[in-house]
């Protein structure tokens, strides 16, 4: 059954969307020329937008998430538009630099950010990351090392992480 999502177009930019199979279900994908601004869990067609296959950060993107699940790339260099508060966009820099293969807790994120009691703040700002994966957001753990909240689900969050452990010792 196909969703439907309401994504507001940007005033001077084409917004369009696309989708990509992967290891773990279908992806949408939505981007302008300025970069990737979602990562939608399924086949989602965004309302309003168009469907773009070919566009060049599709492109990319789609090359590194194949690059990313067999093993040959460990961090996404694809351009991003990600919109949201300036906390937001801080929490979203700081996951996009927990390496592969690592976990952290919301706590440390918080304290690194300087607000050492906003575990939950950063939990929330996590939970809204436009583009799972690329953000690696599936990195965050509760402070007892326990997988907490995911978009794409609990048990999708842990094939990601097994996925990283295996590859990184290799």
């Given amino acids: 059954m196909e969703r439907r999502v309401p994504f507001g177009r940007q005033v001077d930019q084409t917004v369009v969307a696309t ?27 965004p309302e309003g937008l168009t469907v773009d296959t070919e566009h060049a950060i599709f492109a990319l993107a789609r090359t590194e998430l194949a690059r990313y699940f067999d093993g040959r790339l460990r961090r996404f260099t694809v351009p991003l538009d990600l919109r949201g508060s300036a906390f937001h966009r801080r929490v979203w820099t700081r996951v996009a630099g927990v390496p592969f293969g690592s976990t952290v807790t919301y706590a440390e994120i918080a304290r690194s950010l300087g607000v050492p009691q906003g575990a939950r703040a950063v939990g929330s700002a996590n939970a809204r990351n436009p583009v799972p994966i690329v953000v690696p957001c599936h990195r965050l753990v509760g402070s007892d090392a326990a997988l907490r909240g995911f978009g794409g689900g609990i048990a999708v969050k842990a094939f990601l992480l097994a996925h990283e452990a295996r590859l990184r010792t290799v």
């Fill in 19 to 45: 989708t990509v199979a992967t290891p773990i279900g279908v992806l949408t994908l939505v981007a302008a020329d300025s970069g990737l601004q979602r990562v939608l869990w399924g086949d989602v067609r």
